[in-house]
């Protein structure tokens, strides 16, 4: 009796062999082991695998150094319009090449001429990288405010121009050296234009690939310039400037209380 009760008072667990007489007798059996147990160490590597792979898709998927897209307000009116062959045939012309012109003049001007300031808010302006700065242009509170902007495709362009005129010798100069203090500033100014744009071309490293044929009369075989590019929307861009655009009068740009003039050009 002592034996019996003994076994009825205790866990069908503790020292009970599976195949005990005792236990057979008391009608106790213990609990099956758990399939989930034997299953356990597949199911371990199964959530593993599951999760390297995971792991594996989002990195694959993680944007590069260079699809990182710096903030601009701008950037709103981005639009591809896919690929486009460039006209790169020596000789061949557009509305923005040939001899001066008024309808070339005002070609260039529609793209290139005055900066189109337009405004960015604080927030904005920390998005974009910049620290705010007492020596930055800032529009006065009558004008809505906020600081004084451009968008670079345009200094790019101004650039551009600055050189094509440059290349027609004395028809621009006057009134090229009339906006600057001497012709050494103007000399200054056009080698800024030159130095801007080799930056920003080597900054983009264009690796789009162009080919060479053999031309008849030639000796050595000549590059295809006319290559394919993936292309944004100028226009569109163009069109946002434009929308967004802040006119102030000369007189009306002054510097405000708290304004710190920085000792030379940024």
Same mark, same amino acid.
């Given at each position: @009796? ?8 205790? *866990? ?18 213990? =609990?099956?082991? *758990? ?5 356990? =160490? ?18 694959? +998927? ?41 309808? #070339? ?10 900066? $189109?300031?337009?405004?960015?808010? #604080?927030?904005?302006? #920390? $998005? ?5 700065? =007492?020596?930055?242009?800032?529009? =006065? ?23 094509? $005129? ?31 744009? +080799?930056?920003?071309? @080597? ?23 006319? *290559?394919?590019?993936?292309? +944004? ?34």
């Amino acid at each position: @009796m002592r034996k019996e009760s003994y076994h009825l008072q205790s *866990s069908p667990f503790d020292g009970v062999d599976d195949d005990s007489d005792d236990t057979k007798l008391l009608g106790i059996s213990p =609990p099956p082991k *758990s399939r989930f147990l034997h299953l356990w =160490p597949w199911l371990s590597h199964g959530v593993l695998v599951s999760i390297t792979l995971v792991f594996f898709t989002l990195w694959a +998927r993680a944007p590069s150094i260079d699809d990182v897209v710096l903030f601009s307000p701008a950037n709103e009116a981005i639009e591809s319009i896919g690929i486009v062959k460039f006209n790169g045939t020596i000789g061949a012309t557009s509305v923005y090449s040939g001899s001066p012109s008024p309808e #070339l003049d005002a070609a260039w001007d529609n793209i290139a001429v005055d900066a $189109r300031s337009v405004r960015m808010t #604080l927030d904005q302006l #920390l $998005r974009a990288g910049e620290k705010p700065s =007492p020596a930055m242009a800032m529009y =006065p509170d009558e004008y809505g405010g906020g600081y004084m902007a451009t968008i670079e495709a345009i200094h790019m362009l101004h650039c551009t121009d600055m050189i094509r $005129r440059a290349t027609w010798g004395d028809h621009y100069r006057a009134a090229d050296y009339a906006i600057h203090d001497s012709p050494e500033a103007y000399r200054t100014h056009l080698d800024h234009c030159i130095e801007i744009l +080799r930056q920003d071309i @080597m900054c983009r490293s264009d690796a789009t690939m162009l080919t060479y044929d053999w031309v008849e009369g030639l000796q050595n075989p000549v590059p295809d310039l006319s *290559s394919l590019h993936q292309c +944004r929307n100028f226009e569109k861009i163009l069109d946002w400037v434009d929308e967004h655009r802040v006119v102030v009068s000369t007189s009306d740009m002054i510097r405000l209380d708290d304004t710190i003039d920085l000792l030379f050009p940024p």
